[in-house]
């Protein structure tokens, strides 16, 4: 197994994508950084009564010292998430792109231990992001809460966040493995899964919000069945009014990576190879 | 072959059995029943769209069959523990990544079966690719495809080697090249499973075929004995100024008699010698008297036609 988890590695690392990921990456966490900034500035300055009473006590938590500088130390998840789980689609999709899933198969016909090599690689990368990232976050995540005048915070709320954030990159890079499993074409898998991240979170945002308005607050606590909802109230570093609980959005996305694992090794067993 | 590896009572016979795979309503393999011997060069032999690469694939576990079964040396593909060691495949000339080194998409199976990296180095001078081994496999000529194809087959040093179509690209040198090879590794004791429809390259190559067609088998053996199983219905090519009389007193002896293009008399059902005496008892001059034997490829045409082609 643990040779195929080599061969796994060896076949990203002789090929570009993984580079390419990181280019596109890398100015992408620099816009959150800014973003995370500006908003982190905003939020230090925002005095309670100027906000709408149904959403000062939201306003309140992620204002605090801990839910700012978990904020900030999980900088640019947003993007990275997204990008692990296009590693993972790659890592799928492309052996169907370039056929190379004959030779893949021919070395190894134990196809579960395939897909469970991938997953295994594609968890390694992913760690890797993470603690790239992280790193970079807690040089420049402290120097902005220098910048709007709060000290940096090293609590054990904050460190639960990284760590919390870690966990969304492993398992955004299985749904990306489950999704190339499920949907063969790489540009088909990879428009799909951009569309879920993006289009579903923005969509599911706006299609909760009018149904909370109609029905009622519980409605909120739906958004926990969205992923990236999930991913990102499992990283707010304290727990939001109104908000399911943080360890909700953990059980959820874990549920959501076992089932595409699964889904994705039981879809290979099956499939004819021609 | 006296491999340290391979236990002396699994032989590296290939065993085809009732393999049938339907898609939808088509029948792309029928109750296929084959044996390729080790030792030997076995040539496998069918029109476009006769099913010979689903049963390779499902020869190695790539393609499901939907009834029946293959094995090597005795067992199925999926039940080899260490396949690359067993059975070296080469099936399309661009299953590799196209931005990936030849030499790294070697490394990549040698990690995955547990083989020494050196041996990606070993196969490539081996298959005469060593100049391109850095070289981007988008940057391979098809020849150079299936060179890299063999060497990955190679890796592993098996003793059954299953090749789709191997030729498709090569120049004339490449295709020499590959029988020279080929025909090496049979010498050794391994077992050599060959697909292809150039008829030509396999008469030189193959020791036995197997012909399919429709997905069903048509005949199988060697060569030479495929080829003279034909031979009752060898024609004779006779030239004559009488040709006229001549027809009329050989059909006489229930011998079937066409007339080619060029005016000769293409005679069935009689041998030379026959109609040397008939010609003679009717006074007929002869100016050519020919048995044309027929080779590999006529005796194919003549064993699939009608059943070639799209179904």
Known sequence: MSNLVRAELVKIRTTSTWWIMTLIYLPLWGITLAFNWLQTDALTRTRLDDVPAEQSEAVGAVAQPDALAANLYTNGQFFGLLMVMLLGIVVVTGEFFHQTVTTTFLTTPRRSAVVLAKLAATACLALIFWLVTTSANLLAGPAVLEVVGVSAQWGSAVWEAVVLNGLAYLLWAFFGVGLGTLIRSQLGATVTGILLYLGGTIGALTVLVMAANRFGDWINNLQLLVPSLASALMTTGVDIPGEPPRWAGAAVLIGYGLLSGLIGILIMRRRDVS | ?311
């Open chain 2, 1 to 311: 072959m006296t491999d340290g590896r391979s236990s002396p009572n699994t032989t590296g016979e290939i065993v085809v059995s009732r393999l049938t795979k339907i898609y939808g309503n088509a029948r792309a393999v029928n109750d296929l029943s084959f044996r390729v011997e080790p030792g030997r060069v076995t040539g496998f032999l069918g029109p476009n769209g006769a099913g010979k690469t689903t049963t390779l694939r499902m020869l190695l576990n790539l393609v499901t069959p939907t009834a029946g079964q293959a094995t090597i040396g005795g067992r199925r593909y999926a039940d080899l523990t260490d396949p690359v060691r067993h059975v070296g495949a080469v099936l399309e000339a661009s299953s590799a990544h196209k931005g990936r080194t030849g030499i790294n998409h070697l490394r990549v199976i040698c990690t995955a079966a547990g083989l020494p990296r050196s041996r990606a180095d070993e196969v490539l001078t081996q298959v005469g690719l060593a100049p391109a081994a850095q070289r981007k496999f988008k940057g391979y000529s098809l020849g150079m495809k299936q060179r890299l194809g063999i060497a990955a087959a190679m890796l592993g040093d098996p003793r059954v080697l299953i090749l789709d179509e191997p030729a498709n690209g090569l120049d004339p040198e490449g295709i020499r090249w590959m029988r020279g090879f080929l025909k090496s590794l049979a010498a050794e004791g391994r077992t050599v499973l060959v697909s292809s429809h150039l008829l030509s390259e396999m008469q030189l190559l193959a020791d036995d075929v197997v012909i399919i067609a429709a997905g069903r088998l048509i005949r199988q053996g060697p060569v030479d004995r495929v080829i003279g199983s034909m031979a009752q219905t060898a024609r004779v090519r006779v030239r004559s100024p009488q040709a006229e009389t001549l027809r009329a007193a050989l059909e006489q002896q229930s011998a079937t008699v066409d007339v080619d293009d060029q005016g000769a008399l293409l005679v069935r059902g009689v041998d030379a010698p026959t109609i040397g005496r008939v010609a003679l008892a009717a006074s007929v001059e002869l100016h050519e008297l020919a048995t044309e034997r027929p080779d590999l490829e006529g005796v194919f045409l003549e064993l699939t036609a009608g059943k070639a082609g799209i179904r």
